[in-house]
Nanobody
């Protein structure tokens, strides 16, 4: 399966963005999908994850109450609604076919190419 993220951009603090992770090449409903982010000079961190049947969701403490993950398997897309954005949310955001993925360089899980989110006034 190939994943493509979209929806990133520049937003002011307190603003909102909705990221999309679109799948092609295989049915999305087979996979749990995780959202990760990485800011310059920082380690990659898991932001959120959703089970394949929309049955399980996970949120990092730093985004609880502000971000919402959802999926539409018919459309082959997972969404990350991000509200009340803060400057510390600035990062490249990636989706991946696992809630506990292997690193991108391993080739064991499918990672998207990333979409940049910048929160700044």
């Amino acid at each position: 399966v190939q994943l493509v993220e979209s929806g990133g951009g520049l937003v002011q603090p307190g603003g909102s963005l909705r990221l999309s992770c679109a799948a092609s090449g295989s049915a999305l409903n087979y996979y749990a999908i995780g959202w990760f982010r990485q800011a310059p000079g920082k380690e990659r961190e898991e932001v959120s994850c959703i089970g394949s049947s929309n049955d399980i969701t996970y949120y990092a403490d730093s985004v609880k109450g502000r971000f919402t993950i959802s999926r539409d398997n018919a459309k082959g897309t997972v969404y990350l609604q991000m509200n009340s954005l803060k400057p510390e949310d600035t990062a490249a955001y990636y989706c991946v076919t696992s809630c506990a993925p292997s690193p991108p360089e391993s080739g064991l899980d499918s990672w998207g190419q990333g979409t940049q989110v910048t929160v700044s006034s």
